[in-house]
């Protein structure tokens, strides 16, 4: 009777026992509620020298960039040279990096040939520099030279910049740069046709990664921040291209880019070994174009420049992005500073970076009404030295308060993108989903704080210390020198120009800096976060309540 009664008893004691587990496993799934992080005010690092080490440490100079013109330009006008050519220019010894970097570069010959685009984007870049690293290794297959191990390639939206250096004559390394642009490169069996069908895979493969590594978040920052219809939004992602590219419509895609470039030949300095150029020789293997270009490869205008496009006005809206499961929090957050807008001098300082930075704000100039465009110089003064003072890193304001202090964040940055057609400040960084309202707040605080509240003279200090030895180390590197001139081509700036730059971060105040942050920083930002948007939404409302939400679907 008794071994009855406790046989019975165990699926009744089996079954309190699993009970008691479900409740467990109830409970904790209810445990996992989201504490998000509050919100505090913004803070600033100190960049005041204590009075006990202020009278032991040495003075500092200021630091003055090299005034010398980074390459000299050749001109013979006995020939019709397609080409401008450009020789590095030799530095004087008295800067010993400059000097070192010249004598370390002896040994190998650097040749780049860059096709430049002022007036408008090329069509398909993407597409164009998967060809052409294809071509790098078919080539290097096909001659067994090495100098093709040594290929480098530089694309952006307005310039496709092709380099090798190895110690070879410099009239074969400029040889086998031109095979790259000849017509039929891409399909000629002599000189190593590519693997079509291994461009379209890599072409769709990056898609996918970008999808899955979050890089999406900046086409939507693209689309958003200029408009769909603005050239720079119609050249790249070619989707149709993707799925369908032919070795004929890739050929007519280099050909579009021949035809439409200015092109730019960088040799070493006539004083390298096996630096002695045959002009004639490179006249006659310069490529020629064979056939008109369809139209239904170009999405955007040649002349780009010519076009009227609708700027989209930002609001207080927040887009996002959705990525169930994500863990974090990516952040774009920005203005773009160069569109024309109306203002009025004398009046207030906010109105517009065309005031801050074009003019003196001074009462005795009246109340007189005006509508301007920046210049390029202009726009490049608001653009760096803004972006730097936000986000340049560790004694960047925003890294120092939002990483340093709080906690919030790995890293969070300020980029400058002084682009022909369009101009912006983007802070970009990314923090876990419970920190997302606190990280966000904090970029918007610092962005009002930087408009009310001058810099102190020691932060100004810091920042011209830092602009000034980012443009001295650039200087004594050859590849940087190259790539910075190219952009001065891109965007209309001469070497006159950069000077006065230079002198105008020299003479930079803290009331002339929030001059230029109440332009560059007026009205609203534009705002896209890509995270689990289901569980940071509950967090943004509660800390932006006056900020719309929108969420955004990618394709």
């Known amino acids: 009777m008794i071994n009855l009664t406790a046989t019975h008893g165990r699926p009744k004691?089996?079954?309190?026992?699993?009970?008691?587990?479900?409740?467990?496993?109830?409970?904790?799934?209810?445990?996992?509620?989201?504490?998000?992080?509050?919100?505090?005010?913004?803070?600033?690092?100190?960049?005041?020298?204590?009075?006990?080490?202020?009278t032991h440490l040495p003075e500092s100079g200021?630091?003055?960039?090299?005034?010398?013109?980074?390459?000299?330009?050749?001109?013979?006008?006995?020939?019709?040279?397609?080409?401008?050519?450009?020789?590095l220019a030799a530095f004087e010894s008295s800067n010993s990096l400059s000097a070192h970097a010249l004598s370390s570069n002896s040994l190998s010959n650097r040749v780049s040939l860059a096709a430049i685009s002022p007036q408008a984007p090329f069509n398909n870049p993407d597409i164009l520099q998967l060809a052409l690293q294809e071509k790098a290794?078919?080539?290097?297959?096909?001659?067994?030279?090495?100098?093709?191990?040594?290929?480098?390639?530089?694309?952006?939206?307005?310039?496709?910049?092709?380099?090798?250096?190895?110690?070879?004559?410099?009239?074969?390394?400029?040889?086998?740069?031109?095979?790259?642009?000849?017509?039929?490169?891409?399909?000629?069996?002599?000189?190593?046709?590519?693997?079509?069908?291994?461009?379209?895979?890599?072409?769709?493969?990056?898609?996918?990664?970008?999808?899955?590594?979050?890089?999406?978040?900046?086409?939507?920052?693209?689309?958003?921040?200029?408009?769909?219809?603005?050239?720079?939004?119609?050249?790249?992602?070619?989707?149709?291209?993707?799925?369908?590219?032919?070795?004929?419509?890739?050929?007519?895609?280099?050909?579009?880019?021949?035809?439409?470039?200015?092109?730019?030949?960088?040799?070493?300095?006539?004083?390298?070994?096996?630096?002695?150029?045959?002009?004639?020789?490179?006249?006659?293997?310069?490529?020629?174009?064979?056939?008109?270009?369809?139209?239904?490869?170009?999405?955007?205008?040649?002349?780009?420049?010519?076009?009227?496009?609708?700027?989209?006005?930002?609001t207080k809206k927040i887009y996002l992005i959705d990525a169930p499961g994500s863990v974090q929090t990516q952040v774009r957050l920005g203005y773009r500073i160069d569109y024309r807008i109306d203002y009025r001098i004398g009046y207030r300082i906010d109105h517009s970076i065309n005031h801050a930075i074009g003019h003196t704000v001074d009462s005795e100039l009246g109340d007189t009404s005006e509508t301007s465009q920046l210049s390029s110089q202009e726009v490049a003064l608001g653009c760096r030295s803004l972006s730097a003072l936000m986000g340049r890193s560790f004694s960047g304001r925003l890294y120092y308060d939002l990483r340093e202090k709080r906690g919030l964040t790995y890293g969070i940055y300020g980029q400058c993108a002084n682009a022909p057609l369009s101009s912006s400040i983007k802070?970009?960084?990314?923090?876990?989903?419970?920190?997302?309202?606190?990280?966000?707040?904090?970029?918007?605080?610092?962005?009002?704080?930087?408009?009310?509240?001058?810099?102190?003279?020691?932060?100004?200090?810091?920042?011209?210390?830092?602009?000034?030895?980012?443009?001295?180390?650039?200087?004594?590197?050859?590849?940087?020198?190259?790539?910075?001139?190219?952009?001065?081509?891109?965007?209309?700036?001469?070497?006159?120009?950069?000077?006065?730059?230079?002198?105008?971060l020299q003479a930079l105040t803290p009331k002339r800096l929030q001059q230029l942050a109440n332009g560059a920083f007026s009205g609203e930002p534009l705002i896209i976060l890509r995270g689990d948007i289901d569980k940071i939404i509950p967090d943004l409302t509660s800390k932006l309540p006056e900020w719309q939400l929108e969420r955004v679907k990618v394709d």
């Open 137 to 314: 290794r078919a080539l290097a297959i096909h001659l067994a030279d090495p100098c093709l191990e040594t290929f480098s390639i530089r694309v952006s939206l307005h310039s496709i910049n092709l380099s090798l250096t190895c110690p070879d004559d410099v009239n074969h390394i400029y040889g086998l740069l031109m095979q790259f642009w000849q017509p039929n490169t891409f399909v000629d069996v002599a000189t190593a046709p590519v693997d079509i069908d291994n461009i379209r895979r890599q072409l769709k493969l990056n898609k996918h990664l970008n999808a899955f590594s979050g890089a999406e978040i900046d086409k939507v920052w693209r689309e958003k921040l200029l408009g769909p219809e603005h050239p720079y939004n119609k050249v790249l992602n070619n989707d149709e291209l993707f799925d369908s590219l032919s070795l004929k419509q890739l050929q007519q895609i280099q050909q579009q880019a021949v035809s439409q470039a200015q092109w730019h030949l960088f040799l070493p300095n006539s004083q390298a070994k096996n630096a002695e150029f045959d002009l004639q020789a490179s006249i006659k293997q310069w490529p020629m174009l064979t056939t008109s270009l369809p139209k239904f490869l170009s999405k955007s205008s040649p002349h780009a420049d010519k076009l009227e496009t609708t700027t989209p006005k930002q």
């Open 427 to 504: 802070f970009y960084g990314s923090t876990a989903m419970e920190h997302t309202g606190a990280f966000l707040v904090g970029i918007l605080d610092h962005l009002a704080l930087v408009k009310t509240q001058s810099a102190s003279q020691g932060e100004i200090n810091a920042l011209k210390t830092y602009l000034m030895g980012e443009d001295v180390l650039s200087q004594d590197n050859s590849i940087q020198r190259e790539n910075q001139y190219l952009q001065q081509i891109a965007t209309g700036l001469t070497q006159v120009d950069v000077q006065k730059l230079n002198a105008e």
């Open 62 to 87: 200021v630091i003055i960039p090299a005034t010398d013109p980074m390459f000299s330009d050749e001109v013979h006008t006995e020939l019709d040279l397609p080409y401008q050519l450009h020789r």
């Open 13 to 54: 004691q089996l079954h309190s026992l699993m009970c008691c587990a479900a409740a467990l496993l109830l409970s904790a799934c209810q445990q996992t509620q989201i504490v998000f992080t509050p919100t505090e005010p913004p803070s600033l690092a100190s960049f005041d020298t204590p009075n006990s080490l202020s």
